[in-house]
């Protein structure tokens, strides 16, 4: 069964700069230049009988590239990153950053294992 964990470990092995909701600006560091990925997810967790948990996660990549839409690194998200998770994709301009970015939404289904204590 796959796990988001599993997905994440794939969006890294494209070796663009990812962050959990954003990139933080800070005296020392600054926001990358694109192309980037920002993640972001929310959990729901059901079937709590002592033995397992099922944890829903309804989560997004959000692929961030310069002025226009980049179909090779699309082409790698949806052929590495995503290739056995179904997926709804959409594609928005965001004209005062200059940016395009590409999102794929997708739940997974995981289970969480034996509760303790």
């Not at 972001?40 to 839409?69: C, F, V, W």
């Amino acid at each position: 069964m796959l796990t988001f964990e599993e997905v994440l470990e794939r969006a890294k092995a494209l070796k663009l700069p990812i962050a959990e909701y954003e990139f933080k600006k800070t005296n020392k560091t600054s926001v990358p230049d694109p192309p980037y990925i920002i993640y972001m997810l929310e959990e729901g967790q059901h079937g709590d009988d002592q033995k397992n948990r099922i944890r829903e996660i309804n989560a997004s990549l959000e692929l961030y590239t310069d002025r226009n839409p980049d179909k090779a690194l699309e082409e790698k998200m949806e052929n590495k990153v995503l290739h056995d998770v179904a997926f709804r994709k959409y594609q928005v301009k965001i004209n005062s950053e200059n940016m395009v970015q590409t999102a794929y939404e997708f739940t997974i289904v995981q289970k969480k294992g034996k509760k303790h204590g």
